[in-house]
């Protein structure tokens, strides 16, 4: 089971469905299938699938939902139309716990999706896989095939979705859409007609009759259209015509426009000013600024001309002075030499990408220069290397790289020296060796036919 895992890509956005069966986190593949996962993402925080039903289980195969009508038939994807199917090779109908869009054919996806509660290999290449169920919430899967299962996969008592949470958005450009409540369009709104009043039926139905057209009236007169009070009243210092402009009047009022204009203009030129003021102060520092970094470049020209004529190396900025040398502490002494001597291992090591041939290649150069450096140097006394390889019995001597490894030659001698005879010169020969029983025995056979 871990190889399938493995042979899956990563996912990308996690969603949690609460239900009735429990909650189920799904977490999906949104690289793999991002038209799906886009849709199905959109509609959870649309809050699409709150209230929707499971309406097909098929124990051991699938639980299909996401269809608000709960017929089987209904749905919408975000699109405003079905989309096309999206098949990726790493995912395959192998296990359960797989999240795909149900559909009535090819590219043909809405809004409804199903659970798998197995392998469903018949389904290869048919239907869009955009996520899996994760975690503990995969052991809720097995209560949506509990209960009573009627005619057509249909259950008696079908779980429903609770609600819907996005806890990772793949897609930070998701905006939900405005709900828009169903409007009664005005062709089929039905027109109330208004009531007759019967006064008949009443005893005071006379009465009631004159009094209810005196409010007729009444309202009649207030929703006609305003009178002004020189209408209604007949003043004769009261006049309805519009009185023409003096000259007067047009001087005042050319006067206290003036004002008003220079005003807005005494304001707008000190803005300007201050403006003005502003920018100038503005270059001025900025001036300031440049012919500082000029000079600091300049000046460190001429250090670095000073330093090439006069053949010194640059001085480091921070020496470190005598106070501070007796200051510092034998901790801190041996610190810096463990830390220096680390550093030079450092520097062995093989540098970064560098193949097995070469560091093999390097450290034999750094081997033959340690043996060569070892014959170069000079020999002690003899009383000094006594005591040397008395006091020094470690394994990790070097005083082996300067001796020579000989050995005798096995190679045969072609001339023998007589003043030293050894064992070569004496043949030693077991007469019970049964060999050379065998042989006697064949040399006394040859000499017996010989005579004879």
């Known amino acids: 089971m871990s190889n399938i895992y493995i042979q899956e890509p990563a996912t990308e956005g996690k969603v949690l469905l609460v239900s009735s069966a429990g909650d189920i986190d799904i977490e999906l593949w949104s690289r793999e299938a991002p038209k799906a996962c886009r849709n199905f993402v959109q509609l959870c925080l649309e809050g699409y699938y709150d209230g929707t039903h499971f309406h097909r289980v098929v124990p051991g195969f ?78 809720n899967l097995p209560r949506f095939e509990e209960g009573v299962i009627g005619k057509d996969d249909r259950p ?54 004159e009094e209810e057209e005196e409010v007729l009236a009444a309202t009649k007169s207030f929703t006609k259209k305003g009178n002004s009070a020189h209408d209604i009243a007949m003043d004769p210092t009261l006049s309805s015509k519009t009185v023409a402009p003096t000259v007067e009047d047009a001087e005042v009022s050319l006067s206290i426009k003036r004002d008003v204009d220079d005003n807005g203009l005494e304001e707008k030129e000190n803005n300007v000013v201050d403006d003005a003021i502003k920018e100038e102060v503005n270059t001025e520092e900025d001036l300031e600024d440049e012919k500082m970094i000029k000079m600091a470049e300049v000046k460190a020209e001429i250090k670095k001309l000073k ?25 801190i002494r041996e610190y810096k030499q463990i830390k220096a001597k680390y550093e030079e291992e450092k520097k062995k090591l093989p540098h970064k990408g560098m193949t097995r041939e070469q560091q093999t290649l390097a450290m034999l150069q750094r081997f033959s220069a340690k043996v060569s450096a070892s014959h170069t140097e000079e020999n002690d006394s003899d009383t000094e290397e006594k005591d040397t390889r008395a006091m020094n019995d470690d394994d990790d001597d070097d005083a082996w790289m300067k001796h020579r490894f000989l050995f005798e030659d096995a190679a ?27 042989r006697r025995e064949d040399l006394g056979h040859m000499s017996k036919k010989q005579k004879s």
């Not at 009508?69 to 296990?95: A, C």
């Not at 010194?312 to 005598?322: D, F, L």
């Not at 023998?416 to 043949?427: E, G």
Request: charge should be negative; aromatic fraction near 8%; hydrophobic fraction near 30%.
């Open 156 to 209: 008696e008592y079908p779980h429903k979705v609770v609600k819907t949470q996005v806890l990772s958005n793949p897609f930070p450009d998701i905006i939900p859409r405005m709900k828009i409540e169903n409007e009664i369009p005005k062709e089929e709104r039905k027109k109330k007609k208004k009531g007759t009043k019967n006064f008949k039926l009443l005893s005071f139905g006379d009465e009631a009759e």
């Open 62 to 139: 699938i639980v299909q939902g996401g269809d608000p009508t709960g017929t089987g038939d209904g749905g919408e994807s975000v699109y405003g139309k079905p989309f096309r199917d999206e098949f990726h090779s790493r995912l395959r109908f192998v296990r359960r716990g797989l999240v795909a869009m149900a559909n009535a054919g090819p590219n043909d996806n809405g809004s409804q999706f199903f659970f798998t509660l197995g392998a469903c290999p018949e389904l290869q290449n048919k239907h869009t896989i955009f996520g899996k169920v994760t975690g503990d919430t995969i052991y």
């Open 307 to 331: 330093r090439e004529l006069t053949g010194k190396a640059p001085e480091p900025e921070n020496i470190a002075t005598e106070e501070k040398e007796t200051d510092e502490s034998d901790a």
């Open 412 to 438: 045969p001698v072609l001339a023998k020296d007589a003043s030293t005879k050894d064992d070569t010169w004496y043949d030693l020969n077991d007469p019970r060796n049964p060999l050379n029983k065998r």
